[in-house]
């Protein structure tokens, strides 16, 4: 008889003590050509995140040359005084580094990614193309063709189409923010290199710029490298450039972007709220994300799981613009899809939790589930450097103070169901949101004028 072989199980593992945790802290300095430094070691962290911040929003783009901010973004990784554009991908791929760069409302980002061995040749990557960028015609020529071809795709993404849509209706048709961030065809068209290069002279400089270093440090002069790289970066010191405060018209209405024979209805709904400096921002993002931020909030379990007339609907805040006084505003929206035919009850039944909302409030339970998916989770988010320096920067750009992010997460956790109700129930007033519906208007048109949530006006295309 074969003997049965037995097996030795290792002890299962049990759960330690939980140790506090908070935001890191960075620390702040200057270098002497008056550039910004924020340093934040991360033992561990041996891919080391880089993030650059120039005060080039999209509001100081010349007038029709709307796009030039992210096509003198992209032509930063083409090539400098030193290497040509593919001589430059090379030496990027060299060392395993990452280059990135974009462009919007606050200003124009180059986000870095690099092993801690080879810092100093992505700082000094960075740095060259910082200082000295070649913005050859052919590179400048082949990326405004690559912006002319991606905007067709934009058009027919339903999701994009709404977001163009909403901004060209929220706000005055004179400002920046009505209008697409990477611009038009007819704008894009115009740009070349003589628009890209004067629109760096103008805004680009280290005096007006701050960098952000994040991950392992140990053993790096990061002094010394800085000085050598970044720090090698001239310009004029620049002057204060005013900021014009956000307005925007809420005044509740619907919007059909017409899409003859569309099986589905894309649905965008909002409006302009307060912004990261109010002091009702904690509880607005508590608020916010039992409304529609997780598979279990109030939109989803009316309109997913009892309804099933969607994937999944979201409610959300988005900061679009602060200025240094404090003033700034965000985008309060709700996005999703549902089938064409169920348009209307789909938009029944929102309308519905928002009032219920109004009346009924929050419950003890949505508010410690919020509460936990957001702040239980934050050492998770955090983990890699690259989180840790986009948060930091988006601070800089929002003209935070360095503690923001870790006051925001003691302020969560201390935030009240009752206060949370109010805020949520504030930033989504029934009759004060602009809707937008990408879809079959001779389908949707009807049904939605029933709801009596605001004038319908239908819209081609394009």
């Known amino acids: 008889m074969t003997e049965l072989a037995t097996m030795e199980f290792h002890p299962r593992p049990q759960a330690g003590e939980a140790k506090p945790w908070a935001f890191p802290a960075p620390e702040r300095g200057a270098l002497d050509n008056g550039l910004t430094v924020l340093r934040c070691h991360r033992p561990g962290q041996q891919v080391v995140a880089v993030e650059v911040c120039l005060d080039a929003p999209l509001d100081a783009e010349p007038e029709g040359l709307d796009g030039v901010a992210t096509i003198m973004a992209r032509a930063f990784s083409e090539g400098t005084d030193k290497h040509s554009a593919e001589e430059f991908a090379a030496e990027l791929e060299r060392c395993g580094a990452t280059l990135d760069a974009h462009a919007d409302h606050p200003g124009v980002r180059l986000s870095l990614e690099v092993p801690a061995s080879r810092l100093a040749k992505g700082l000094g990557l960075v740095a060259d193309a910082l200082r000295a960028p070649a913005f050859a015609d052919s590179e400048i020529e082949r990326l405004v063709r690559n912006r002319l071809d991606e905007i067709p795709h934009e058009l027919a993404n339903p999701s994009r189409r709404a977001a ?181 009850p789909a938009l029944d039944d929102l309308w519905t939790v928002l009032r219920t909302l109004a009346g009924e409030g929050l419950t003890d339970e949505e508010r410690d589930v919020a509460v936990q998916n957001l702040v239980g989770v934050a050492p998770l988010k955090f983990e890699t450097a690259a989180a840790v320096a986009s948060t930091l920067a988006d601070q800089v750009e929002q003209h935070l103070p360095d503690h923001y992010q870790a006051d925001l997460y003691r302020q969560l956790a201390a935030t009240g169901t009752v206060e949370a109700t109010a805020a949520v129930v504030n930033a989504f007033p029934v009759d004060r949101l602009v809707t937008v519906l990408v879809g079959d208007a001779a389908q949707i048109k009807a049904p939605v004028e029933a709801l009596g949530i605001g004038e319908v006006t239908v819209v081609a295309a394009e």
């Not at 894309?266 to 400096?277: E, F, T, V, Y």
């Not at 598979?295 to 988005?318: C, M, N, P």
């Not at 505003?329 to 996005?335: E, H, N, P, R, V």
């Open 164 to 344: 163009k849509e909403l901004s060209k209706e929220l706000f005055p048709a004179s400002a920046r923010m009505s209008r697409p961030r990477q611009g038009t065809e007819e704008t894009v068209e115009r740009i070349d290199s003589a628009a890209v290069r004067g629109f760096y002279e103008k805004h680009v400089r280290p005096a007006t710029a701050t960098a952000v270093v994040v991950g392992d440090l140990t053993g790096v002069d990061l002094d010394a490298l800085l000085a050598d790289t970044l720090g090698a970066w001239t310009g004029s010191q620049g002057r204060p450039r005013p900021v014009a405060p956000v307005v925007a018209d809420d005044t509740g209405r619907v919007v059909i972007v017409d899409r003859p024979g569309a099986v589905q209805t894309q649905l965008l709904i909002g409006r302009i709220g307060p912004d990261r400096h109010d002091r009702v921002w904690p509880a607005q993002v508590l608020g916010t994300y039992c409304l529609g931020g997780t598979l279990t909030s109030r939109l989803d379990r009316v309109l997913r799981e009892e309804k099933g007339y969607t994937y999944g609907v979201r409610a959300f805040g988005q900061v679009l613009r602060s200025a240094p006084d404090g003033t700034g505003a965000a985008m309060l929206a709700i996005s999703g899809s549902v089938d064409t035919p169920n348009t209307g």
